[in-house]
């Protein structure tokens, strides 16, 4: 049973507090030291300190339940249910704190709660009179990613829940350094595990997605979207003619005959442990996704944005797919499947490009450049926080690039690349 410890500094005297407050397997100890307060309100002899939760000190009565059930030995909670009993609508859309798209249900705990709060002499008081920006260290931090790392937070008075980036860190040492909007029970989070993989249509919680993707599991391209549609009881109106049309978004209409894919049904999943997968995702997913070269039709991708592409040089040295610039799939969608509900989802036009998995998105070696520097570009530091590479871990060959597709995806679970059959090659 992991144990979490807390660090208090206050003043120039160490208080240890010592404690069972987490049972869940993914998180690690919690020792975040002296903050250091760099810009806010504090008055003269007040002092920014973090302490084992004490609950009874909270206005808000839920927030109090919800942060004792979490930080609980017996209780292996995750950030979903954490809002979920707080009465936030985890489908709604999330900021940060600074105004920047986050979706905290794929995020997971790596400590527990603990309070950040004001001391003076022996009182202890959870209201500030403002934001108060601090570096905070958390041994759970040191040499994690920036990109991958977000605080939780929770007004113990109105039970707001905010999400904050780090702004700075110092990843030998652990430091944060953000912007704390309210004083209360805070918590770090990181990234859950996402990788695509080879279908396990056995997993899908919803049984018709299980069907409709067995189906075609044998397929790696030219699976046509009607034989899908078809399959997931999505029939035909007949007086619409031989080929009608479906809406695929809430602009765009096509005809479902005119389509087929360029590559097999692929999953996305969040990965538990070392052979568990999970399906179920509320929100949005900004990532950008990894597939192996050999089970997609690169060459028809190729062909619709570079028609007069060497295609047969390219066969001798795979590598040079790399040198080609990211591009949109015009008249092209990714078809997903929800394996929770079985609903069909669209995304039009992706965005697709070829690399390495190691060289996709911002390098160690550039976030690190970034982090040390006083002031990240914005579009830096939007890629930062929001640039998901998700690997591919059945690829089979990585002495060629992968096909990388960027986009917005609505789900877990599979989905596949369709293109218009005017840009089939023969």
Do not use: C
Not at 21 to 30: D, G, L, M, R, T
């Amino acid at each position: 049973m992991k144990k979490a410890v807390v660090n208090v500094l206050v003043a120039a005297m160490a208080m240890s507090m010592a404690g069972s407050v987490y049972a869940a397997p993914s998180i690690s100890q919690f020792i975040p030291e002296a903050p250091v307060v760099l810009e806010g309100n504090m008055q003269e002899g007040e002092t920014l300190v973090v302490q084992n939760v004490n609950t009874g000190a909270y206005e808000n009565q839920k927030v109090a339940e919800v942060v004792e059930w979490a930080n609980d030995d017996n209780t292996v909670s995750t950030v979903k249910e954490v809002l979920t009993r707080l009465d936030v609508d985890t489908k709604e859309e999330f900021l940060t704190e600074k105004g920047k798209p986050v979706n905290p249900t794929l995020y997971e705990q790596l400590t527990p709660f603990a309070d950040l709060v004001i001391k003076s002499g022996d009182t202890v008081t959870y209201s500030s009179s403002g934001m108060i920006r601090a570096e905070v260290t958390f041994e759970a931090a040191k040499e994690m990613k920036k990109k991958d790392l977000l605080l939780m937070q929770i007004d113990p008075s109105t039970g707001k829940v905010y999400f904050i980036t780090a702004d700075k860190l110092d990843r030998k040492e652990g430091t944060i350094t953000a912007d704390f909007p309210v004083l209360g029970p805070v918590a770090l989070l990181k990234k859950v595990p996402i990788v695509v993989k080879d279908v396990s249509p056995e997993k899908y919680e919803n049984k018709k997605t299980a069907e409709v993707v067995t189906k075609f599991i044998d397929e790696k391209a030219d699976i046509k979207l009607d034989d899908v549609l078809t399959a997931l009881g999505i029939l035909r109106d007949e007086a619409a003619g031989e080929n009608p049309e479906i809406q695929i978004t809430d602009e765009i209409k096509i005809l479902r005959n005119d389509y087929s894919s360029s590559m097999g049904f692929a999953d996305l999943a969040i990965k538990q442990g070392q052979e568990n997968y999970l399906y179920d995702m509320d929100g949005k997913l900004e990532a950008e996704a990894n597939r192996d070269l050999n089970e997609v039709d690169w060459e028809r991708m190729v062909l619709s944005e570079y028609p007069d592409f060497d295609v047969e040089a390219a066969k001798e040295d795979l590598g040079t797919l790399e040198e080609l610039d990211p591009f949109v799939l015009e008249d092209s969608f990714i078809m997903q499947i929800n394996p929770v509900t079985g609903a069909e989802e669209y995304i039009y036009e992706p965005e697709i490009f070829f690399a390495y998995g190691e060289e996709t998105g911002i390098s160690d070696e550039n976030e690190e450049e970034a982090e040390v520097q006083d002031d990240i570009d914005e579009t830096e530091e939007d890629s930062l926080l929001g640039g998901w590479n998700i690997e591919d871990e059945d690829r089979d060959d990585e002495e060629i690039p992968n096909l990388v597709i960027r986009a917005e995806f609505k789900s877990m679970g599979p989905f596949a690349i369709f293109m218009n059959n005017s840009t089939v090659v023969h």
